[in-house]
């Protein structure tokens, strides 16, 4: 099976009913295996295989039902698609313009109260036919396109109501200009609405018109981040400096970049320095110190020096490309809570379509006087009104300003179902080194055995000769020491790395062993007379591994890694918004008390193995808490992935975004409590939304059906539901956006 995951934008949708049309049809085609159709951003996420199934028969299968998808996803034709919708916006302004003029000449010469000011030639019946054509068959003509395929294949949507109420004002209102006589057996006043017909149709489309505009704002973040980046770049080629587009840069390219320049690509310096400011990427405000060796993120600013650099990540693979995919991706999918939505659209066109036919029987059947103009008139109102424009713009609109919102503040919401389980977190697990830590330690402390004749510079060595083929942060503080002293490295055999314990290997024939008390009980090592030093040494919260040589111990070093800036003022939100706060850390208990009590943690999981975090995470789970575990996204991913949400700090790699729910790219603890508030206001605004999207159907249509009439001699006119129906969706937008303006660090 060779699956696929694809992207596509999708012309020609309106409401919630036109994304359960869409994903029917996709997940109908042998062998489509899911089908994601967002409203928000007008794009379908397609997992297809392609030996069953090509991106012309996809395409075939939404012209069928009345859409269009667009199988060209390059730069190029986003450029063009971005014209085209400039240009369809222009248009849908003429129809609106147009249509209202019209329309409001008809309004003028036709309803009660107005029409005694009008001029007589706007009063003829003729007339009103002739200016309700252009409105009823060019603006309206969108209507048309969508709503006859899709009854065609017997779906329906918010076209279809609209096309249904519009056509059936219209021909009541042309069969009374030309033929009233058909109605002087009825008593009926012959009277057209061709009023209602246009204004509709000109509201519908004002509607769409502030919609669209609104919409775009909703994506303003994925703007911001697209024109961060570099538009040329300065290489080195055949010893001269030539400035290329940004495009034509190449893997393995010598980069130069001078004081005040946007850096092009990601790379790593070669010679040079200067400091960098990252806070376009990290959020973080100062800039960043960067020397031969540095990584560099492309799109951030270069400040006062001039540096060459090796180009190690070009297009889709820099940093800031996969920043943006990854806000792309969570903006186009769907919130669990969405389904709610869509599983009621999906019943809803047909079930309103039912009820605007028993609103024509019921008022043609019991009404008492003027039947047939009641049952039209509460039919009409019924179709309109009841377009669920809003329900399908209630979930997305909220998830793109939350998720792009985070993006700008450094926090990467993967997917919105991350984004919807966040705001229920009660338990936050915080990895310690790397995490609440800076990652990287410092020796502190060098004690020989009281009972050795060896120089705390031979202990040093071995240690440090051992630890150079060893990766973790301990160690190359370890060989960071050692290379400061000027020590040389002894050559090791039989390396071998122990998790959670230290490390072993031979050198000059002698067995070596490095690491915590447990290598040594595990090794039965007696260490009596270092037991000591390393108490008093692991209540300073430093970090102590024993060398032993031949299974005796020869002395120990002590490393500490100092706390991260915003670790304590982090965990202190947490607390004050009353969420449990836990550390679990490799560390003796005594270390990791230390350390834990110097930040409010009450609660710490000592002498956990990298293996044995994720059963940890799980018994959290079984006491019926929803945890978010916080990691450095590399060692720490079987945790992340066995949370309810995974936090990775951002450390510029793949891996850290791959892993986690949620990424931290700032690496400010601080954003921690930001994403959950970020996910509680959003999730807020998203059950706004939802309320007032059926609480407008619920309210309003009965009230279209007429129920208020017997009682209250109160009728609603089609002109006003149609304007309420664009108001809706209006409002829903409207209020997804007031989450840009909200400030989520308030606690």
């Known amino acids: ?67 269009e998808m667009v199988m060209d996803n390059s730069d190029t034709n986003h450029d063009h698609m971005k014209m085209e919708k400039k240009e369809e916006l222009k248009k849908l302004r003429n129809k609106v313009a147009l249509s209202l003029f019209l329309g409001g000449l008809i309004v003028w010469g ?5 029409v005694a000011t009008s001029p007589k030639f706007l009063q003829n019946f003729f007339l009103q036919f ?24 017997r779906t329906a949507n918010m076209d279809t109501l609209v096309a249904l109420g519009t056509t059936v004002a219209f021909i009541y209102s042309a069969v009374v200009t030309f033929f009233p006589q058909v109605f002087g057996a009825t008593k009926i006043e012959p009277m057209p609405y061709f009023d209602v017909s246009t204004i509709i149709i000109g509201l519908i489309l004002l509607g769409r018109l502030l919609e669209a505009r609104a919409k775009a704002g ?3 973040a994925i703007k911001k981040l697209m024109g961060l980046s570099a538009k040329t770049a300065r290489v080195v080629r055949n010893g001269k400096e030539i400035d290329i587009p940004m495009e034509e840069v190449l893997i393995g390219d010598i980069i130069r970049v001078r004081p005040g320049e946007k850096i092009p690509v990601d790379g790593v310096i070669l010679e040079g320095e200067s400091s960098v400011d990252e806070s376009m990427i990290t959020g973080e405000s100062i800039p960043v110190a960067k020397v031969a060796k540095d990584f560099v993120i492309g799109a951030t600013i270069n400040k006062n020096g001039s540096f060459l650099y090796k180009a190690t990540k070009v297009g889709s693979e820099t940093m800031l490309a996969q920043i943006i995919k990854l806000v792309t991706d969570a903006q186009g999918s769907k919130a669990p809570i969405q389904r709610v939505a869509d599983l009621i659209s999906s019943y809803f066109v047909p079930i309103v379509i039912m009820l605007a036919i028993a609103t024509f029987v019921v008022w043609y059947d019991l009404g008492t006087s003027n039947v047939l103009t009641f049952a039209l008139l509460s039919t009409v109102s019924v179709l309109i009104i009841a377009c669920p424009c809003a329900m399908g713009l209630a979930t997305p609109t909220a998830i793109m300003v939350g998720t792009g919102k985070g993006a700008q503040n450094g926090i990467l919401i993967k997917d919105a179902k991350s984004l919807e389980i966040a705001h229920k977190i009660n338990t936050v697990v915080f990895d310690k080194t790397g995490t609440l830590t800076n990652g990287k330690p410092e020796v502190t402390d060098i004690i020989v055995a009281k009972d050795q004749r060896l120089k705390t510079k031979d202990l040093l060595q071995l240690a440090a000769s051992l630890e150079k083929v060893s990766e973790h942060p301990l160690a190359q503080a370890i060989v960071t020491k050692a290379q400061s002293e000027k020590l040389s490295f002894e050559k090791v055999q039989g390396f071998k790395a122990i998790a959670g314990h230290g490390i072993e290997g031979t050198i000059n024939k002698d067995k070596i062993f490095f690491g915590n008390i447990r290598l040594m009980e595990k090794e039965k090592i007696e260490i009596k007379n270092l037991l000591k030093d390393i108490e008093n ?13 031949n299974k005796k111990p020869q002395g120990l070093i002590a ?12 965990i202190a939100n947490l607390l004050k918004m009353g969420i449990e706060v836990v550390m679990i850390t490799g560390d003796n208990q005594t270390t990791a008390n230390a350390i834990a009590k110097s930040l409010g943690i009450t609660k710490v999981l000592a002498q956990v193995l990298p293996q044995d975090k994720e059963a940890e995470i799980k018994k959290i789970q079984k006491e019926g808490k929803i945890v978010a575990m916080v990691g450095d996204g590399i060692n720490d991913a079987p945790a992340l992935a066995s949370s309810d949400v995974g936090i990775a700090m951002g450390s510029g790699t793949d891996v850290a975004i791959e892993t ?48 208020l009439y017997p009682v209250f001699h109160v009728l609603l006119n089609p002109i006003f539901a149609s304007a309420a129906m664009a108001l809706s969706s209006i409002s829903v937008v409207t209020n997804s956006l007031t989450l840009k303006r909200t400030n989520i660090t308030k606690i």
């Open 1 to 67: 099976m060779t699956e696929t995951k694809k992207t596509f934008a999708i012309k020609g949708m309106h409401c919630a009913s036109c994304v359960n049309v869409l994903e029917r049809t996709f997940k109908k085609v042998e062998g489509v295996s899911d089908a994601n159709v967002n409203l928000a951003t007008e794009q379908a996420t397609i997992s297809f295989d392609t030996k069953k199934v090509d991106e012309k028969k996809l395409a075939k299968a939404v012209s069928g039902v009345g859409y």
């Open 110 to 114: 036709s309803f009660p109260g107005l």
């Open 130 to 153: 002739l200016l309700s054509l252009p409105v009823q068959f060019w603006a309206g003509l969108e209507f048309y396109k969508a709503a006859i395929p899709a009854l065609r294949h």
């Open 218 to 220: 909703t994506s303003e």
């Open 537 to 549: 040494l692991e209540n300073e919260g430093k970090t102590v591994m024993i060398l032993a040589v």
């Open 559 to 570: 490393v500490l890694d100092t706390v991260k800036d915003s670790a304590k003022e982090g």
């Open 660 to 707: 986690s729910d949620i990424t931290l790219i700032n690496k400010d603890l601080g954003s921690v409590s930001f994403a959950i508030n970020l996910s509680k206001k959003t999730m807020r605004t998203i059950k706004m939304n939802l309320f007032w999207a059926f609480g407008y159907n619920i309210v309003l249509i009965p009230v279209a059906m007429g129920i």
